[in-house]
Nanobody, 114 residues
Framework: VQLQASGGGLVQAGGSLGLSCVASGNIRRPNDMSWYRRAPGRQRELIAKAGSEGVINYADFVKGRFTISRDVTRNTVDLQMNSLNPDDTARYYC?????????WGQGTLVTVSS
């Protein structure tokens, strides 16, 4: 499975940004599509996960600021990010996962200025 992410860029603190990821290739269900991020000097962390059957989970630090959404017919997963702060600066990665498949996108950089 190949993943292509788009969105990202530079935004001021308090602003919003949207990310989108489309999967292609040997997509099978059920599957999870998720967003992760890796900030400089920190480990990669899960932001949110959306299962193809409708289950959604968020990391605690999201605190209602981010919203993940999926379109299983188009094989896309989006992440809407609001109330961004400089701590959200990171490279954001899209992930597709099944028990027998695991694919990562190339990542898109989000920079939040203070």
């Amino acid at each position: 499975v190949q993943l292509q992410a788009s969105g990202g860029g530079l935004v001021q603190a308090g602003g919003s940004l949207g990310l989108s990821c489309v999967a292609s290739g040997n997509i099978r269900r059920p599957n999870d599509m998720s967003w992760y991020r890796r900030a400089p000097g920190r480990q990669r962390e899960l932001i949110a996960k959306a299962g193809s059957e409708g289950v959604i989970n968020y990391a605690d630090f999201v605190k209602g600021r981010f919203t993940i959404s999926r379109d299983v017919t188009r094989n896309t997963v989006d992440l809407q990010m609001n109330s961004l702060n400089p701590d959200d600066t990171a490279r954001y990665y899209c992930n597709y996962w099944r028990h027998d498949q695991n694919s990562w996108g190339q990542g898109t950089l989000v920079t939040v200025s203070s």
